[in-house]
C-alpha cells in the first residue's frame, strides 16, 4: 500500500526538447491517494500511457521525481517498484498453466510454495479462475487471458498499486460490463491503489472514485464523476466528458453577468470575473441537459434559430444558432420540436465561466 | 456484365504443366530407373524390387546414412542454440543492428564449393591461418590425413556458413514480440533465464520449425562443401550420402540402384521433415491462439 | 412497416436509379445458417442502417451485397438484373471496413485518387473530385501525408473518402467506427451523416450500436440471428418495435421486461401493486402481458403523479458521463434505469424505483406488440 506522489514530473521522448510541444508529458505534480480507484482519461496521444509507464518504472522521466510513501523511486527498476500492470492486451506466459502464470511473480520472489498456493486459491475465487487452473493458459479466450493479467499483480501481497492500461480494448463487448463489475469488486475486496487508463468516459467514470483527466499532456482536473460533469474545470473536460459536450460560447463579462450577442446571461458565480485582465478569453459553458428550450418569448432567454434535431430516441438533440456560436440543447425523446425561431434559457446555477479555457471563481477552488 | 463460372481453373493449368515438368516426370522418371536394369536405349528389363534390396544391404549406403544422421543432428545441435545466441546478442535497433544484419548474412553470400575452397586453405596446417592456428597450440591437426580432424572441419565450416541464418530467422521472431510481453515480465520480477524459457522460446516457436526443417534438409544433402574441402576422406570417414550417390550415378553409371537410392534419400528425408514438424506442432500445442 | 413480406423481384425500381434487392437470400456454412431466407429491398440513394449484435450477419449481409460472397440460394438484384453471380470487380461496390485500410505508402491524396486512376477517369476530374471529397471529410490539409502520419481518426477519414471518391453505385461499411476513442466516434458519426445521405448511392451501414444507428438516422434494419426482425426510421422503430426481442435491440441499455397482468381495471406490473390501467393500454382485454419500459422511464426519484413504486437494490451504476445507468433486479429480470446526471451509487443500496404507467409498452407473451405509448403529442418530429 502506498501513497504515490509526481512531483514536477516531465517527459520528453525527444533527446533535446527545446519547447513546449516537444514534450509528451508536461511538467505535473500530482498524489494518488492509498486505496483509492482512480481513473486516467483522456483522447489518444494525450500522454496518459507517458505517465503510467513513468510511475510504473518502465520510462524514466526528463525531469521530476516519482515518491512512494515519501520513497523517492525514480530511479528504481519496475521489479522494486511494487508496482503491477495490465496491458491493452493479455500478456500472458502461454506455455504455462493459469496456476502457473499466477505463481509467477511469486515464484520470482522466492514465496515459499504453501502460501503461493493460498494466494493463488484465493485470488482465483475473486477472479473466477478457480475451474481452469489447470489450463495451459494460451488456450483460454481474451477476457480469461485478461484476468490472468489482472492475476498476476493481486497474488502479490507487496503490491501497493495496479496499473490499468486500456485492459478492455481487445475484449468483446458483452464480456467488458463483467470484467468491469469485476475489477470493482476486486478494488472493494482489496482495497489497492487502482489506476485505470481509458479514453472511454463510462469506463472510467463507472470504475473510479475519482477521475483524472489528461490533455496534451497534462493533467486539466482531478475529481469525483459529479465534479466533472457538474463543474468542468478546463473546456477540453466538458467537451470531453458527457454525451454531447459541454456548449461553450465565447462571451463578454459586465457585472457579474455574462454578455451573449447582446444578452445578458447571469452566472453561478458573481465573483466569477474577479481578478479579470485586458485580453482574457472569456467563454460561457453550459452542459445541453439544462438549457431549456422555449417557443414562447421568455423573460430571460437568447434567440435561436433550431437548424437541426437529431432523434435518438430517448432524447433528442437540438443544434440551434444563436450571434455567439451553435448551441446543442438535449431535450426529452417525447417531445415535440419546432422547426425555426425559438428562444434558449440559460439556468443561473449551471451557467459557468470559463478564463482562457478554465473555470473561473469559487467554484473553481480546489482544482489543480 | 459478365456471369461467373468455373473457367477460372483453366488458368492454374500452366503452373499445373511447369511443376509437372520440373518435378513430377523426373521424380517419375527416377520411378521408372529405379524398377529396371538397363543397357542400352531399346535394352531394358523389368527387375522389379530388386535394385532396392540390393542398395539397402549395400554398405556404403548404410555407412554413409549413419554418418550422414551424425552430421546432421550434430549441426542442429550446434547450430540451432548458437543461433538463437547470436539473434538474442544482437542490438534490437539503430544502425549498430543493420551493420550485424550485414555482417551475418555475408557467409550466406558465398557459393557453397568457394565455402568448401575457402576452408581448404584456411585449414591448411602449412599456410591456412586457421591451421596454423591450432598447429601453434599444440594440436597435431590435419584435416586431410586424420578422421577426426576432418570431421571437426566440416562441421565448424558448416556452422561458420549456416549459423547466420538461423540467427537471422530467430532476430525476425525475437523482434516481433510485443514490449508489453517485456515490461510484464519486469514487473513480475522475471530473471533473464525466466524471460527466455516463457517469453522468447515460445513465442520464437514457429520460426525455430523453419529453421530446423531448413538446416535439416540441406545438411542432409550437402554435397559441395566436404567434396571441395575434403574430397570425402580421408578413406570414407567424410562421404556423405549425396557424395556416394554420385559416385554411384555419376561415377559407376550405375542408374538403377542410383535411382532406387535417390528415392529411399527422398523419403527418409521427407519422413524425418514431417517428425521434426509434428513434434514441435505437439510441443507447442495451445500457445498460438 | 412489415418487412419480412415477400419482395416482389421482377417489380422494376421506383427510382430511376439502382435499387438492390435481396430475393429469398440463405446462407449456410457447414450447418450453421449465417442468413435466413431473407427478403430486402433498398432503394437508389437510400441511407440504410443494419442493426444487430455482433454474430447478428450483418457482415454476412454486407458481403453478399458487395459480391465477396455467394448466398447458398436465392438471388440478388440490382437495379433489377440477376448480380448473383457477378464477380465483386464488375459491381460498382465501395466498402469500408473497421480497420483503417490504407496504400501505406501512397499519400492522402493519391490514396484517393486510386479507385479513379484505376477506372480511367480523367485527371482534371480526378482532382475535382478528391478536392470536394477531401474537403467534406476534412482532409484538404492532409493531402500530401502517408497514413502512417494521421492520428486513427484521420486513417479512417481517408478510407471513407476514398469510399465517397469513387462514387460507387452501392457503400457498404462495416462498424467504420468501431476502433475509434469513443468521443472520435461521436464527432464522426455526426460529420459522416450528411456526406453518406448526399453520397447518391445506395449506403449501408452497419452497426452493432443502437445509439449509432439513432444518430445517423435513415431507414433502420433491425437484424438478429440472420433475419431480419423490423425495418423502418430509426426513430420510428425506436417508439414502435414490433417485438421484444427488437425492443430490447433498439436501445442502449435495452428496454426493461417484466411480466404482469391486466384484469378488474387494474394493471400489474411485476410484483408491484396493481394500478389503474393507462389510457393507451385500455383496448386489451384481461390476462397476462408481457410489459416494457424504456430506461430512462425508470426513474429513481418520484415525479409525484400516479407512479408504480418498485423497491430494489442497486447491482451497479454505470456513469456515462452526463447520464446515470442503475442496473438492478426486478422479479427475476435485469433491469436498467438511466438518468440524467451523474449520481454515485453504492452497490446494494437500497433504491426506489418509480414507473409512470403512460411510459408502459404491452406486448402478448408470444412478443408481439400490442400497444406503445404515445408520444407526448402525436405531431410527427421536426
Known sequence: MARIELAHLAHSYLGKPAEEGDYALRPTSHVWEDGVAYALLGPSGCGKTTLLNIMSGLLRPTSGRVLFDGRDVTDLPTEDRNIAQVFQFPVVYDTMSVFDNLAFPLRNRKTPEAEIRSRIEEVAEILDLASCLRQRAGTLASDARQKISMGRGLVRTDVSAILFDEPLTVIDPHLKNSLRRKLGEVHRESRLTLIYVTHDQTEALTFADRVVVMHEGEIVQADTPQALFERPAHTFVGHFVGSPGMNFLSCEVDGGCAVVDGRRIRLADDTAMDGAKQGDRWELGVRPMFLELVFERPTEGVPVRITHVEDLGSSKIVTATTGGGNLKVRVGGEEEIRDGSAWVVFPPEQSLLYRNSRLCGKSAAGQP | MKTENNRAWFLVLPVFALVAFSAIVPLMTVVNYSVQDIFGPDDRVFVGAEWYREI??????????LRQFVFSFAILLIEIPLGIAVALAMPRRGRLASLT????????????????????????????????????????????????????????????????????????GLKAIPDA??????????????????VQLPKLKNVLLIAVLLRFMDSFMIYSEPFVLTGGGPGNSTTFLSQTLARLAVGQFDLGPAAAFSLIYFLIILLFCWLFYTTMMQLGRGSQQ | MATTQRVDPDCPPRKNGMSLVFDNISKIVGDEVHIQSMNLRLES??????????????????????????????????????????????????????????????????????????????????????????????????????????????????ALARALVKEADLLLLDEPLVNLDFKLREELRIELRNPLADSGAIVVYATAEPQEALALGGNTIIVDQGR?????????????????????????????????????????????????VPEHLLTLSDGPYVFGVRPHHVRTMSSGTAEIEIGARVGLAEISGSETSVHFEYAGAPWVSLQDGVHPRGVDDPIGIYVEPRRIFAFDTGGALLAAPGNDSEAPVA
Open chain 2, 181 to 198: 510481453y517485456y515490461q510484464a515480465a519486469k514487473i513480475d520480477g522475471a530473471s533473464a533465464w525466466a524471460v527466455f524459457r516463457f
Open chain 3, 228 to 276: 431480419i426482425l423490423q425495418q423502418g426510421l430509426a426513430a420510428e422503430v425506436y417508439r414502435r418495435p414490433e417485438s421484444v426481442r427488437t425492443a430490447r435491440l433498439v436501445g442502449d441499455p435495452p428496454m426493461n421486461m417484466v411480466e404482469g397482468t391486466i384484469g378488474d381495471a387494474t394493471l400489474r406490473l411485476g410484483t408491484a401493486d396493481p394500478v389503474e
Open chain 3, 45 to 158: 440513394g437510400s441511407f440504410n442502417t443494419l442493426l444487430g449484435r455482433t454474430g447478428a450477419g450483418k457482415t454476412t449481409m454486407l458481403r453478399l451485397m458487395a459480391g465477396l460472397d455467394r448466398p447458398s440460394s436465392g438471388r440478388i438484384l440490382m437495379g433489377g438484373r440477376d448480380v448473383t453471380t457477378v464477380a465483386v470487380r464488375r459491381r460498382n461496390v465501395a466498402m469500408v471496413y473497421q480497420q483503417f485500410i490504407n496504400y501505406p505508402n501512397f499519400t492522402v491524396y493519391k490514396n484517393m485518387a486510386s479507385p479513379l486512376e484505376v477506372a480511367g477517369v480523367d485527371l482534371e476530374e480526378i482532382r475535382q473530385r478528391v478536392g470536394r471529397v477531401a474537403e467534406m471529410m476534412h482532409l484538404e490539409d492532409y493531402l500530401d501525408r502517408l497514413p502512417a502520419e494521421l492520428s486513427g481518426g484521420q486513417q479512417q477519414r481517408v
Open chain 2, 56 to 65: 539397402l544391404q549395400d554398405d556404403r549406403l548404410q555407412q554413409g546414412l
Open chain 2, 101 to 172: 544484419l550485414v555482417v551475418l548474412a555475408l557467409p550466406l553470400l558465398i557459393p557453397w564449393n568457394v565455402v568448401g575452397t575457402i576452408w581448404q586453405i584456411f585449414g591448411r596446417a602449412d599456410i591456412g591461418l586457421g591451421g596454423v592456428l591450432v598447429t601453434a597450440l599444440g594440436v597435431d591437426y590435419n584435416y586431410a590425413a586424420n578422421p577426426f580432424d576432418a570431421w571437426a572441419t566440416v562441421l565448424v565450416m558448416d556452422v561458420w556458413h549456416w549459423t547466420s541464418l538461423v540467427a537471422l530467422l530467430c532476430f525476425s
